[in-house]
């Protein structure tokens, strides 16, 4: 068994979608997950924002659009008058359904089953094409195997026995199934958060043993630092799952922060591919620990920084406790730490209970607070023989404001926070500095 995830560029057109079936149509039997068709999730979102404050004449209006948008992506993708109609008549019963969300009350519940649309089209799209090939396909529904507990956390013991069972029921060579979507504790449709297809390709792949989790996007693998943001980046031949997790943690998009740690327990290869050349060698990351030094660079925006500051905090043992128990009532979990004798500064990338938790900190000592902020995270395998490295780093960056310094948690990461306004120099200047033998 091995697991194809295919990302919303690779299902992005009826050309794509037609490549895709090529790349899959082989002997072994695999899983193929499926983003929605890029920009639909975003158009989703859009439309859900609009429902939200019952501005239905204009969701509509977006409704249509894209509506008429997938009517285009039929017109195209099939031959056959047959399938054309299966698709409008597929096409048509997705939108009503986002349509009858103007008469009801708009709650997160009903956001997720409009955000679930993206998915479910897709597979469906391309079940139907592979249909009219003559290529036997089978559509299991995510919304059967897989499920998030309580805590937004996957359950993995559902997930395999309802897949093993979804699977159980057909001899297809490829079967094929919704990326991102779920279902939570009560039932209810959910998600696995943006850009979550990845997790589900990684939470399919432990579930069914695959040898193999491959994820196939727009770029040939993991770079050395961020294409969107510095130009003449290098592909990365390999990567232990650590490095990896830690790229995909602090920013590098094209993983979920939360994809690797599946594979990585049950020791399942990933291997990023590139669609648009599948040739390419791209990426494998794997438990084996391969190469020094300083591999690759990313960075996490929308962090925020709060700062206690406390007499109270000399020789006091048990303060750390109390300022952890805070975060954890609020269910916010901290990316950076760093403390001195007078002071501790913690960072935190989710906000929604920023309110709360500073006037519970209020009470341990004197808070400020500072938003807009970005880590940069220099990952590798910095063996403890090595020097350097650290040298280097802040060689590059002189000339740039560090906020914080995390070094030493583990062996493949240097954290830096920096102001966001500076976080693309930043890079760039790393890229410069650090990479300079690989140019
Ligand atoms: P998909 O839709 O296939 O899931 P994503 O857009 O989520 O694709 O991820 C791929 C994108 O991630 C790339 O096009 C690239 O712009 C961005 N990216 C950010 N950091 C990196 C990196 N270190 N290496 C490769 N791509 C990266
Ligand atoms: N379609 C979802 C998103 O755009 C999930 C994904 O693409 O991985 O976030
Ligand atoms: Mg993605």
Redesign the pocket.
Known sequence: MVVYK?????VGTPERIKEISKLINTDETKIVVL?AM?GTTNKLVEISRLLYGKENLKAIEEVTALQNYYFEVVEDLFLDDHFKNKGKELITSHFNYIISFTEDLFTVHEEKAVLAQGELLSTALLHFYLEEQNIDSSLISALDFMRIDKDGEPDEFYIKENLLREIEKTSSKIIITQGFICRNSFGEVDNLKR?G??YSASLIGVASSAREVQ?????D????????FVEG?K?IDYLSYDEAAE?AYF????LHPASIQPSKKSNIPVRLKNTMSPLSEGTLIGSEIKGNGIK?I?AKDNITVIKIKSGRMLLAYGFMRKIFEIFEIYKTSIDMIVTSEVAVSITIDDNTYLKNITEELNNLGVVEVDEQMSIVCIVGNFIDESKGYALEIFKALKNIPIRMISYGGSRHNVSLLVNTSDKKEALNLLNQNLFADVY
């Not at 994820?215 to 770029?219: K, P, Q, R, S």
């Not at 920013?251 to 094209?254: D, N, R, S, T, V």
């Open positions: 295919f990302g919303g560029t690779s983003s890029s850009g297809s990845d994820i196939w996007t727009d770029i693998g993991i770079h050395n630092n961020d294409p969107r980046t592909s790229l920013g590098a998009k094209i690759s990313a």
